[in-house]
């Protein structure tokens, strides 16, 4: 490899290829020019600072480190590297240092395998180009860098600890007698308390539980990472949702009693800690001053049942975190298994309560969770509800997505927050990305299919940071967050901001008509005296599914419709953007007392392509209220209103149209309702009886919040 990188060197010398900046760099190291190396690396770091790329300078700080160690190494690499690494880290400060730190670590043995299976497939294709061989080269650098930054984590640890007290076996005893265990790191250079960042979570692992807690030490808070119930130190019961509400709030008022803080905390962090921090705003302990949650959760709304109907997606997380003190990682990435089980139980035809004698392992939260079909007490005590949100008197920054699969969670959180406190200073953050995407300090540029606009990439941590310098220490808002509501607008590669949803975009009713229009019904303007449209679904059939609304893929090269009924309406020829959420109202007629159903919605383009813009999953007797269920009269009319849907944000193209899909649900990833009345989790198969005959109507409607450009 040294002898071909120095070969590309010679060839780019000689013009016969155009070499960048940075391949330059990863040439001479891999050609062993050292010296010649620093001066590359130092041009590339240079360059990056000049376009204001901190984060593309920072990434090439493992390269100097090793280049330079091999120019000072005097035949003693690892004491060269360490006084390097210690030289350059003592010129930064504590935050530099942080955010510096992350980029020395990799998989050094998948850069490995990735630089041999290059090697290999390059050297049995004949002679090399030399782009190839510039690949190869950069990899063969790559590889270099990472094994000798493999060193670095006592060197790292060393410089963190010279720079915080860092506490990493924290007892919290909580007023119920509770005992959590908690990391607490500050600066030692603090001369007064400290306002106190806090995560509340689950999801256990040291290592990453220091480093989030250095991470907020590093930008002046006492970093504090909590661990739930019966988690690590922890001796008490592990009871995932059941206990947040106290724990947290437990856990912030100790935090407000330590010398170390100056009596405020902030909370922040996403899914089960986004959820924890909500659950922390049912008691508003005095000491908490503000709240980030990501992609927070609604135990009981968003999973693990949504509007109603229990999912199968969560089925082995109670596996995962309450199977032992930190996670059980072998269990839950047995993809295999999980896989297998939901279809297994389809086949089978048992009832849903008995998905976990199919899979053989008792499940007892899922059981536990199974008693409570509605939206009950049980549910509504483990975050605020309904007048609860009206006490809720501290800035809040929701940041969730538009494929995120706890957004109907994250939304619900918003809307009711508004709802009892209109002038509440809450602010919604959200662009196209999915679960782990807006939780990350770089979004994935492809979310299914669908290529992000770069505009849509925002560091959550760094926004987060921003948000608590705003609240805590009187700093600017962040500059992204212009207005309540905030949001990239899919297609347009910019953001728009709105004071709330429905100034956002104007809502529009379409009707479900029973003409045709091409391959679909028509998606009227006006309801049309159609005769209803007829679907017969035989429940007792498991070698067929409904409908499948899930987006995943977003983007597809077309839809084909076996199930349920697709309604299309015209071309929208003027710009128009889909922004909002949408709603509607089925007016159906059923042979049973209720039905689960899904209404998906999507852009249909000019080329035949569709992508999926959000969805809704419910069941028909609680779409009045989720906390009470009003069964169906068969053989009667029944208007079904339908609202708790996921926000989108698209500028579609001109000549797209919306095409909708309504259909009965019948798969594997979900509760199968029978129609009987029961509870659906005891329905079996030998309750399908005769098929449901369910009719449409053509007075049902949807209403799509619509802006015309």
């Not at 902030?266 to 909500?278: E, L, V």
């Not at 992204?480 to 509501?485: A, I, K, M, N, T």
């Not at 028909?620 to 339908?642: C, I, K, M, N, Q």
């Not at 005769?690 to 007075?699: F, K, M, N, S």
Request: proline share 6%.
């Amino acid at each position: 490899m040294a002898v071909l990188s120095a070969r590309v060197l010679s060839a780019g010398a000689a013009g016969q290829l155009d070499v960048p900046v940075a391949g330059l760099a990863q040439l001479r190291i891999a050609a062993r020019q050292d010296r010649e190396a620093v001066d590359a690396v130092r041009e590339v770091m240079d360059d990056a600072a000049a376009k204001g790329d901190d984060e593309r300078a920072r990434r090439w700080v493992p390269y100097l480190i090793y280049v330079q160690s091999r120019v000072d190494r005097k035949d003693r690499f690892d004491q060269a590297y360490a006084a390097a690494f210690e030289d350059y880290f003592a010129g930064l400060d504590d935050l530099e240092a942080n955010r510096t730190q992350s980029w020395f670590g990799g998989d050094l043995a998948r850069a490995k395998a990735d630089l041999l299976a290059a090697a290999s497939r390059l050297g049995n294709a004949g002679p090399l180009a030399l782009d190839d061989a510039l690949g190869l080269a950069r990899r063969q650098a790559f590889v270099d860098v990472l094994a000798a930054a493999s060193r670095t984590s006592a060197l790292i640890t060393a410089d963190e600890n010279a720079r915080y007290i860092v506490d990493e076996d924290v007892l919290i005893r909580t007023p119920d007698g509770v005992t959590l265990s908690a990391v607490v790191a500050r600066s030692r250079k603090a001369a007064s308390p400290l306002p106190a960042a806090m995560q509340f979570t689950i999801y256990t692992v040291p290592t990453a539980s220091r480093a989030t807690a250095l991470q907020a030490a590093a930008r002046g808070y006492a970093g504090v990472v909590v661990d739930a119930r019966g988690k690590r130190l922890s001796t008490d019961a592990i009871r995932p949702y059941e206990t947040e509400v106290d724990d947290a709030s437990a856990a912030v008022d100790w935090i407000a009693r330590q010398s170390w803080n100056d009596g405020r905390v902030a909370m922040y962090g996403g899914s089960y800690s986004g959820f924890a921090a909500w659950a922390a705003t049912k008691r508003m302990p005095s000491a908490l001053k503000t709240i980030v949650p990501y992609a927070a959760a609604i135990p009981g709304f968003g999973l693990p049942m949504e509007n109603n109907v229990f999912l199968s997606a969560n089925y082995a997380w109670p596996f995962y975190v309450a199977g032992n003190r930190l996670l059980d990682d072998a269990i839950y990435s047995d993809r295999e298994r999980w896989q297998r089980l939901p279809e297994a139980w389809y086949a089978s035809g048992r009832p849903y309560r008995e998905i976990d004698r199919v899979d053989g392992t008792p499940n007892p939260s899922l059981q536990r969770w199974l008693s409570h079909p509605a939206y009950d007490s049980y549910w509504q005590a483990m975050v605020p509800y309904g007048g609860d949100f009206a006490r809720i008197d501290i800035p809040v920054l929701t940041i969730t997505g538009y494929y995120d699969d706890g957004q109907i969670s994250a939304l619900q959180y918003f809307k009711e927050h508004l709802r009892h406190r209109p002038d509440a200073a809450h602010y919604l953050l959200i662009g196209p990305y999915d679960h782990f995407g807006a939780q990350a300090p770089f979004k994935p540029r492809n979310v299914g299919g669908y290529d992000i606009d770069p505009v849509a990439q925002f560091d959550t941590q760094e926004i987060t940071f921003q948000w608590l310098d705003h609240v805590l220490h009187g700093g600017p808002r962040p500059a992204l967050l212009r207005d309540r509501v905030n949001y990239q607008l899919m297609g347009a590669d910019a953001w728009h901001h709105a004071s709330s949803l429905e100034d956002a975009a104007e809502a529009t009713t379409l009707h479900l008509s029973g003409n045709a229009c091409g391959l679909y019904h028509c998606l009227a303007p006006s309801a049309t005296p159609t005769a209803p449209l007829v679907q017969t679904v035989d429940f007792a059939d498991r070698t067929t599914e409904g409908h499948g609304y899930y987006p995943n893929p977003v983007v597809r090269d077309g839809i084909e419709v076996d199930s349920g009924f697709a309604f299309v309406s015209a071309p929208f020829e003027p710009p128009t953007s889909v922004v909002g959420t949408f709603a509607g109202e089925l007016k159906v007629r059923i042979n049973k007392r209720d039905f689960d159903f899904s209404v998906s919605l999507y852009e249909l383009m000019p080329d035949g392509k569709v992508m999926q813009l959000s969805y809704y999953v419910g069941r028909a007797s609680y779409a009045h209220d989720p906390a009470r269920r009003e069964l169906l009269t068969p053989g009667e009319w029944t208007t079904v209103p339908f609202e708790r849907t996921r926000m989108t944000g698209r500028k579609m193209l001109a000549g797209s149209r919306l095409l909708v899909v309504v259909d009965v649900l019948k798969d594997a990833r979900h509760q199968v309702n029978m129609g009987t009345g029961w509870d659906v989790s005891d329905e079996s198969v030998a309750d399908a009886k005769e098929p449901l005959v369910i009719e449409w109507h053509p007075d049902s409607s949807i209403q799509v919040p619509l802006r015309r450009e």
